[in-house]
């Protein structure tokens, strides 16, 4: 998958989303479900990180 989301932080308070190479709206919505199901999972604040690689595609119709 060429997004990747994943705790950052033994606390559970950070979820980053790195982005790289070509993705799609399907990868888009499954990583975004799957960040909401990390932050659901916990009682507290979590700050999210998404790191697009340079060169990276993006689908048709975002900016």
Known sequence: MPMHV?????EHSIIRC????TWTW???HAAID???GM???V????DL???VQEGSSR???SS
């Open 6 to 10: 994943y705790w950052s932080d033994a």
């Open 49 to 51: 990180i998404n790191f």
């Open 34 to 36: 799957e960040i909401v």
């Open 39 to 41: 932050m659901k999972s």
């Open 18 to 21: 790195d982005s790289a190479g």
């Open 26 to 28: 399907e990868d888009y």
């Open 43 to 46: 009682p507290h604040r979590v």
């Open 59 to 61: 689908p048709k119709g």
